[in-house]
């Protein structure tokens, strides 16, 4: 244990030797970039957190945001190839820059700038945890490496025997089943239960003039349907038949979320005339 | 470092080693001055009647299990299995069809017959090869063995009964009879006699696990 | 049958062994009635101070060189798989975080995963798949080995160092896989048990004595 949190004062104290600062070059050299050297956006943040020499909880964001912008700029400025990630990334502390400079307006909808800088903390906090305890385990003692099992294994010989439970009964059955499948060599292919795409809008098309307001398309589905290769079938060709309609003209349709139930309306003539 | 550590270091090299190893090769891990013989002394006094025990083979040392318990390591296996379909199918198309080349059987039961399916019964010792047949490509023939007559108490391959018995015994419920070929099945076909065979037949498998 | 040997026979099938034995597959090879938790406290005790230790590993128990010699013996050459960063710590996050899905290995390392990285940890038999969330887009989740805990020395994934720590600063809650939660405001979905794989799972668990 000693020995990691030594590492760990190690680590702090002396800068990541892939970001090399140093105070005697101008102010444009400061940063030398190893771009190679990082494993993406958040190994950059890591590092240059780092630099800043306290409890991550602490860092400074604004700081950290502007030694970000300037391991990009450098980057580019060397035209080393830089990965979306690093882009998307520059791109959102930009955002978030800006969101911390300016006065917060209350938006119930958005993450107050605070709340971002926060979560963006969490991330390079559980980063660096998982990477200690990575580190840790590393350096417990491993077999094969600093302690070993029996060298020369003495191995367990098995000889095994199989016995086969048979009797004449099974035996004879299954030479009699062989027979009938010989002498019946019908051919049948059952009928699928299929719901029609035709009768599924002749449905919709009925019941959207008796609803009102948005409904869930499920609720359109004809109920009790036991057969579950029909209740399949319903469903699909009930789906078309809202997009048939949508397309045509006579329904709108609202999804709020991946997965969400599917919402439709029906679209009258006369109502298109009123609203448009 | 004492005795005690040294001997400690041997048990360590010795578990550890894949091969035997020379007292010398020992000394090499122990301060200089140490007696690797008296200490591989002490160590196989130590193990004298544990489960393992220190060995000399060839002039080098190794731990070994000791003699008296050398059956922990050989296990014989009694295992019941339940044949597959196709394997019991297949076994009552040799009864009935025997000498039956693969071939045949496979047209018999209109699917492939899979090796594992005839190695199954051959492990089992209820068919066997009977030799090779005199045709091109002289396919082996397969038959029923004595072992398969004991199995279910029949005298004869001609003891099963025919496929009239058979419905007459209800297996063949269902089914017109006359559209089934009656002749086919009375019984194994006269065919000139096999060759015998060359090659040994072994049963059971021998299986290392490590 | 005496206790004593008792003691020689799980001595020599322990010993005989390279992967940890379970006290189940002892028992299988010891008189009825007798208590092989019992014998394994006692062998362990024998072995306390040799240069050869019986530890308990995966909830199974092994004979292992003594971690003390470990200067003696450890080998730095060769044979040491020299695991790039990615792949050290990828194994940590599905170790403290399994199960656990590729896009979350991607979520909390902030990159995504090469191919290769997993497949290094499941070529060493350290990580496996465990089967599939029941969330949209069914993805297979990983977790760890018995080899990954007989490697560590590790009695089960709950003696991982820091565990509690890691838990306790929230580090190992649901990991919210929007690729860019910064800005999402996804709740953290809701951990769902996850599917048993349809196919065999590795066979390393069973491979014992059987």
């Known amino acids: ?276 | 470092m004492d005795k005690q550590e040294q001997m400690r270091i041997c048990e360590a090299l010795l578990f550890a080693s894949d091969r035997p190893l020379s007292s010398i090769a020992l000394a090499e891990q122990l301060p200089e001055g140490s007696d690797p013989d008296a200490i591989l002394a002490e160590l196989q006094q130590k193990y004298e009647h544990s489960g393992v025990n220190l060995v000399e083979v060839a002039g080098k040392w190794m731990f070994q299990t000791a003699s008296d318990l050398s059956f922990l390591l050989r296990k014989e296996e009694e295992k019941e299995r339940k044949l597959s379909r196709a394997a019991v199918e297949t076994l009552a198309i040799v009864a009935y069809h025997q000498p039956v080349t693969r071939a045949e059987i496979e047209e018999i039961r209109g699917v492939t017959v899979s090796k594992g399916t005839l190695d199954v019964l051959m492990e089992a010792v209820w068919i066997r090869p009977l030799g090779r047949r005199r045709t091109p490509g002289r396919p082996m023939t397969y038959g029923t063995t004595e072992d398969f007559l004991v199995q279910f108490g029949l005298n004869s391959v001609k003891d099963l009964p025919g496929l009239a018995e058979l419905k007459a015994a209800g297996f063949l419920d269902n089914v017109n009879t006359s559209r089934l070929n009656l002749l086919g099945d009375e019984g194994p076909d006269e065919e000139q006699p096999d060759l015998p065979m060359d090659d040994d037949e072994s049963s059971s498998e021998e299986q290392v696990i490590s």
């Open chain 1, 1 to 276: 244990m000693n020995d990691l949190i030594d590492n760990d004062i190690d680590e702090f104290e002396m800068p990541d030797p892939r970001l090399v600062r140093s105070d005697d070059i101008g102010d444009d050299e400061r940063l030398i970039v190893d771009i190679e050297g990082f494993e993406g956006p958040l190994d950059v943040l890591l590092a240059l957190s780092r630099t800043q020499k306290v409890d991550l909880k602490r860092i400074s964001i604004l700081e950290l945001v502007k030694q970000y912008l300037e391991f990009v700029n450098k980057a580019r400025a060397l035209r080393l190839e830089l990965a979306a990630d690093y882009l998307v990334m520059a791109a959102w502390l930009a955002y978030l820059k800006s969101r911390l400079l300016l006065p917060e307006e209350d938006n119930e909808d958005e993450l107050s700038a605070e709340e971002l800088a926060a979560r963006l903390t969490y991330q390079l906090e559980r980063l660096n945890a998982i990477r200690e305890r990575a580190a840790i385990l590393m350096s417990r003692n491993q077999i094969g490496r600093d302690i070993f099992p029996r060298g020369a294994p003495e191995p367990v010989i098995v000889t095994r025997h199989h016995t086969y439970e048979l009797s004449i009964y099974e035996l004879l059955k299954a030479y009699a089943e062989h027979k009938t499948r010989e002498a019946v060599a019908d051919i049948r292919i059952h009928k699928r239960a299929v719901y029609t795409l035709d009768q599924a809008i002749d449905r919709l098309s009925d019941m959207l003039g008796l609803a009102l307001d948005w409904t869930d398309l499920e609720q359109f589905l004809p109920q009790n349907i036991k057969d579950q290769q029909m209740a399949k079938s319903i469903k699909a060709s009930m789906f078309s038949a809202s997009l048939e309609m949508a397309k045509m003209g006579k329904a709108d349709l609202v999804q709020k979320q991946i997965f969400g139930p599917l919402f439709i309306r029906g679209r009258k003539q006369e109502e298109e005339e009123d609203n448009g």
